[in-house]
């Protein structure tokens, strides 16, 4: 072979394929524990980020709900009152 890699092509019908083909060098050493590992690796960093994202999402909706004073919603709620009081003493 020298210094030249050895290419082989393999038929692609997803999306991400734009030629139709995908070319593997040295497809000798590709075997199929490597691509396992490839899909666990990636697999993992799918489920980590969707994990950490329903956190987040949990984590900011706890914030929207009154829950005796510390919450965003009891902030509002408070200001809102004083703001009702302010109109009404001004009113008179």
């Known amino acids: 072979m020298g210094s030249k890699q050895l290419l082989t092509r393999l038929s692609c019908s997803s999306v991400g394929c734009p030629s139709g083909r995908i070319w ?3 497809p000798e050493k590709v075997t199929v524990e490597t691509f396992v590992a490839l899909l666990v ?13 329903q956190f987040m ?6 914030e929207l709900k009154p829950n005796g004073g510390s919450s965003i919603k009891d902030q509002v709620n408070r200001l809102e ?3 009702d009081t302010i109109i009404e003493l001004l009113g008179k």
Do not use: D, P, Q
């Open 24 to 26: 593997i060098r040295n």
């Open 41 to 53: 690796g990636i697999g993992t960093i799918l489920g980590g980020i969707a994990t950490y994202t």
């Open 57 to 62: 999402i949990k984590h900011y909706l706890t």
């Open 81 to 83: 009152a004083r703001v």
